[in-house]
């Protein structure tokens, strides 16, 4: 079961570590189109899964704030507001040809840098939302339980290491005393067979 568990941790890590590393690549080659540099691959190689993930998160946000893109929705919220207003408008009374073209004249700038930022989100939602980024955090839950399983394993794996290494100590230490039996041993019995030699000798003069 414990196996079971170690190779299906294995599997989904590696899982969101390859879609993890699509959406760096994907990151940095956006950033280097617009001329920004807030995640390289250097800055990743190595880091813990969540840490990376939190740092495309924080890159997608200096990205937003740099490019005044915060700006630019909440300017977008309002224009949006201005257009349905004069939309309605338009629906309940006539405007004339010069009116409508005053509306357009003045929305310009608004419109174009919506539309220049709006291809911008787009190049990058592309990957943001793509499934291999968005799938993420329906596996984190697993994952999770996978390495706290596997913290555990470890953990008792630990344990037995240090109870094999205690025993090899005490065998060392048994052998050793064992050792020093045999020899004392030894010694005796050659120090009686030096002595019946002796006595033989004497016997014989």
């Known amino acids: 079961m414990e196996g079971i568990m170690e190779d299906k941790s294995d599997i989904i890590a590696q899982e969101i570590e390859s879609r ?17 540099k807030y995640l390289t ?18 890159s ?3 990205i937003i704030k740099s490019n005044k893109l915060d700006e630019l929705f909440s300017k977008y919220t309002t224009l949006k507001k201005l257009i349905d207003s004069i939309n309605d ?22 419109l174009i840098e919506v539309s220049n930022k709006v291809e911008e989100i787009k190049s990058l939602q592309q990957y943001i939302n793509s499934k ?3 799938k993420i955090e329906e596996l984190l839950p697993q994952y999770t339980i996978c ?7 470890k953990e008792e794996l630990n ?4 109870k094999i290494y205690k025993c090899l100590d005490e065998y060392n230490i048994f052998t050793e005393k064992l050792s ?26």
């Open 20 to 36: 993890v590393e699509k959406v760096e690549s994907y990151l940095v080659d956006i950033q280097s189109a617009i001329g920004n």
């Open 41 to 58: 691959k250097e800055l990743t190689k190595g880091k813990p899964l969540l840490y990376r993930i939190e740092n495309l998160e924080r």
């Open 60 to 62: 997608i946000n200096q």
């Open 89 to 110: 408008k338009i629906k309940t009374s006539a405007i004339d040809t010069d009116a409508k073209l005053d509306i357009v004249l003045i929305s310009e700038k608004e």
């Open 132 to 134: 291999e980024y968005t």
């Open 147 to 153: 390495q706290n399983e596997n913290r555990k394993i």
């Open 159 to 162: 344990f037995l290491t240090q």
């Open 180 to 205: 020093e039996i045999f020899i004392w041993y030894n010694n005796i019995l050659t120090e009686i067979e030096l002595k019946i030699l002796e006595l033989e000798r004497n016997k014989k003069d």
